[in-house]
C-alpha cells in the first residue's frame, strides 16, 4: 500500500519551489516522481510523469492537446504508455492487481500481465495463510478477476479458485464463464478441474478404504507411484459395487464429466473414464441424470470416455445411435452431435459422417450443442471418409449449394 506519510509534504513544496528556481521545471518535475517514486504514491508518480512530459514537449500542463503536431503527439503516447507500464507493473508488486491493470490494459501485451499474474498467484498460495489472511486474499481475488471473468487466462482463474475458494465455486465459475468459451479456450480449464476432481475423490476414497481396512498404504502408494488412477484404486478394493460409501459431491462429478467432454488428449481422458467409472458405483440416489443423451449418466459417460481409449468401442456407437435415434425432437440435434464427435475421435469418419446428415435441424429454443464445434469441418469429414457423393447428395436436398462446390473442390484436389 502506498506509505503516504514518508512525505513532508510543507517541505517538499518548499524544496519543489527552490529547485524551481535554481534548475528549472524539468528538475522541479524530476524531485518531485523521485519523491513520490521512494513514498511508493504510484499515482501520483504517473501524473507526476505526464506533467513533466507535456512541459518537455512544451503542451498545455492541463486540457486537450488537439493542437498538437503528429511527432509530438507519439511522443507523448510513448511517455504515457512508459509511465502505464511503471506504475501498473509497481502497483501489481504491492498486490493492487486491479489498479494496476488500470494502468497495464494498454500498454503491455496481455501475455505480459498473465505471466506475472501467475507468478504473483504461485507466491500467495505458497504461503498457507494467505487465504486466511484478508490483505493477502483481496490480491488472489483480483487475479481471479482478472483472469477468469475478464477472460485473460481462464486456466489460470480457476486453478486460483480452486486453491482459493474450493470446488464448488470453481465449478460454477466455469458455468457462468468458460463453458460458452471456444473449445480451444475450454480445454485447458476442464483439464484443470478433471484433474483436481480426480485427486480429490482419490485421497478421500484411499483415506475412506484404509480406515475400514479395504486396502493398505502400501497399496495406494503403490498406485501412487506407476500413476495410477481412480479405477485401480476402486479395482483393488474390489470395484465397491454394492455399498453406499460416496467420496465426492456428486453435482460436482456429474458437472466435471461434463466439462471433461471437450478434451482431447488421452491423460485427460483416461481420468475422466476413472471418475465416469467411479460415477457408475454411487448410491441411485445420487445418481442425477443428465440431458439426453446422458439421462444415463454414469454409464453414458462411461462409454463416451472409454471408446475413445479403445474400450467399449461397438457398444459405446450403438449406445450412442440408439439415443439420438430415440430422442425427442428437441433433444435430437444434441444427441447426434454427441455421436458424431465420438466417432471422429475414434476414427470413424464415415459413421460420424452419416450422423451429421442424420441430424435434423434445430427446433424452438434450441441451440447448437457446444460439443459440434469440435468436429473438423464437414467437408474434411466427408473427404476423409469418401464420402463426398453422400454429403454432396443432402447438399442437393437442403439447397446448400456453397458446401456442394466446396466438397466438390476439395475431392477433386490431391
Same mark, same amino acid.
Given at each position: 500500500?502506498?506509505?503516504?506519510n514518508?512525505?513532508?509534504t510543507?517541505?517538499?513544496?518548499t524544496?519543489?519551489?527552490?529547485t524551481?528556481?535554481?534548475?528549472?521545471i524539468?528538475?522541479?518535475f524530476?524531485?518531485? @516522481?523521485?519523491s513520490?517514486?521512494?513514498?511508493?504514491?504510484?499515482?501520483?508518480?504517473?501524473?507526476a510523469?505526464?506533467?513533466?512530459?507535456r512541459?518537455?514537449?512544451r503542451?498545455?500542463?492541463?486540457?486537450?492537446?488537439? *493542437?498538437?503536431?503528429k511527432?509530438?503527439?507519439?511522443?507523448?503516447?510513448?511517455?504515457t504508455?512508459?509511465a502505464?507500464?511503471?506504475?501498473?507493473w509497481?502497483?501489481?508488486? =504491492?498486490?493492487?492487481?486491479?489498479?494496476?491493470w488500470?494502468?497495464?490494459?494498454?500498454?503491455?501485451?496481455?501475455?505480459e500481465?498473465?505471466?506475472?499474474?501467475g /507468478?504473483?498467484?504461485?507466491?500467495?498460495?505458497?504461503?498457507e495463510d494467505?487465504? #486466511?489472511?484478508? &490483505? &493477502?486474499?483481496?490480491?488472489?481475488?483480483?487475479?481471479?478477476?482478472?483472469?477468469?471473468? @475478464?477472460n485473460?487466462d481462464p #486456466?489460470?482463474?480457476?486453478?486460483?479458485?480452486?486453491a482459493?475458494?474450493?470446488?464448488?465455486?470453481?465449478?460454477?465459475?466455469?458455468?457462468?464463464?468458460? +463453458?460458452?468459451?471456444?473449445?480451444?479456450?475450454q480445454?485447458?480449464?476442464?483439464?484443470?478441474?478433471?484433474?483436481h476432481?480426480?485427486e @480429490?475423490? !482419490?485421497?478421500n476414497? +484411499?483415506?475412506?478404504l484404509i480406515?475400514r481396512?479395504?486396502?493398505d498404504?502400501?497399496?495406494v502408494?503403490e498406485?501412487?507411484?506407476?500413476?495410477?488412477?481412480l479405477?485401480?484404486?476402486?479395482?483393488?478394493?474390489?470395484?465397491?459395487l454394492? @455399498? =453406499?460409501?460416496?467420496?465426492?459431491?456428486?453435482?460436482?462429478l456429474?458437472?466435471v464429466?461434463?466439462?471433461?467432454?471437450?478434451c482431447?488428449?488421452?491423460?485427460?481422458?483416461q481420468h475422466?473414464?476413472?471418475?465416469?467409472?467411479?460415477?457408475?458405483?454411487?448410491?441411485?440416489?445420487?445418481q442425477?441424470?443428465?440431458?439426453?443423451?446422458?439421462?444415463d449418466?454414469?454409464v453414458?459417460?462411461?462409454?463416451f470416455y472409454a471408446?475413445?481409449l479403445?474400450k467399449?468401442?461397438?457398444?459405446?456407437? #450403438?449406445f450412442?445411435? /440408439?439415443e439420438?435415434e430415440?430422442?425427442?425432437e428437441?433433444?435430437?440435434p444434441?444427441?447426434?452431435d454427441?455421436?458424431?464427435?465420438?466417432?471422429?475421435r475414434?476414427?470413424r469418419?464415415? &459413421?460420424?459422417?452419416?450422423?451429421?446428415?442424420a441430424?435434423?435441424?434445430?427446433?424452438?429454443?434450441?441451440q447448437?450443442?457446444?460439443?459440434a464445434?469440435?468436429?473438423?469441418p464437414?467437408?474434411?469429414l466427408s473427404?476423409?471418409?469418401?464420402?463426398? &457423393?453422400?454429403?454432396?447428395? +443432402?447438399?442437393i436436398?437442403?439447397?446448400d449449394?456453397?458446401? !456442394?462446390?466446396?466438397?466438390?473442390?476439395? *475431392?477433386?484436389?490431391?
Open positions: 500500500m502506498p506509505h503516504n514518508l512525505i513532508d510543507a517541505l517538499l513544496a524544496e519543489l519551489t527552490a524551481l528556481e535554481a534548475n528549472g524539468d528538475a522541479m524530476q524531485k518531485l @516522481e523521485d513520490l517514486r521512494h513514498s511508493c504514491r504510484w499515482h501520483s508518480l504517473f501524473d510523469h505526464l506533467l513533466r512530459t512541459a518537455t514537449l503542451l498545455p500542463l492541463v486540457g486537450p492537446v488537439a *493542437d498538437a503536431d511527432e509530438t503527439k507519439k511522443k507523448l503516447d510513448e511517455k504508455i512508459a502505464c507500464r511503471e506504475v501498473g509497481k502497483l501489481f508488486d =504491492e498486490g493492487q492487481i486491479a489498479s494496476g488500470m494502468y497495464l490494459r494498454a500498454a503491455v501485451e496481455t501475455h500481465v498473465v505471466d506475472k499474474l /507468478q504473483i498467484a504461485s507466491q500467495l498460495l505458497e504461503q494467505s487465504v #486466511a489472511d484478508e &490483505e &493477502e486474499y483481496q490480491p488472489l481475488q483480483e487475479i481471479i478477476q482478472l483472469a477468469l471473468w @475478464e485473460l #486456466a489460470l482463474g480457476i486453478r486460483v479458485m480452486l482459493a475458494q474450493g470446488t464448488c465455486n470453481a465449478v460454477t465459475a466455469y458455468e457462468q464463464s468458460v +463453458a460458452g468459451l471456444p473449445p480451444a479456450q480445454e485447458p480449464v476442464a483439464k484443470i478441474m478433471i484433474h476432481l480426480h @480429490e475423490v !482419490f485421497e476414497l +484411499a483415506r475412506d480406515e481396512e479395504l486396502v498404504t502400501n497399496q502408494n498406485i501412487k507411484g506407476r500413476k495410477g488412477a479405477v485401480d484404486l476402486l479395482a483393488t478394493a474390489g470395484g465397491l454394492n @455399498e =453406499e460409501s460416496i467420496h465426492v459431491d456428486a453435482s460436482h456429474q458437472a464429466l461434463r466439462f471433461a467432454r471437450i482431447t488428449d488421452t491423460d485427460d481422458i475422466a473414464h476413472a471418475l465416469a467409472c467411479y460415477a457408475c458405483r454411487l448410491p441411485k440416489e445420487f442425477y441424470p443428465g440431458d439426453t443423451p446422458f439421462s449418466f454414469g453414458s459417460s462411461r462409454l471408446a475413445q479403445g467399449e468401442v461397438d457398444q459405446a456407437i #450403438a450412442f445411435r /440408439q439420438a430415440q430422442a425427442n428437441y433433444e435430437a444434441a444427441a447426434w454427441v455421436l458424431a464427435v465420438l466417432a471422429s475414434i476414427n469418419p464415415d &459413421e460420424a459422417l452419416s450422423a451429421i446428415l441430424r435434423p435441424a434445430e427446433t424452438g429454443q434450441s447448437n450443442s457446444p460439443l464445434a469440435t468436429l473438423p464437414i467437408v474434411e473427404h476423409n471418409a469418401l464420402g463426398g &457423393e453422400k454429403l454432396r447428395a +443432402a447438399c436436398e437442403r439447397d449449394l456453397i458446401t !456442394f462446390a466446396a466438397s466438390l473442390a476439395r *475431392d477433386s484436389t490431391p
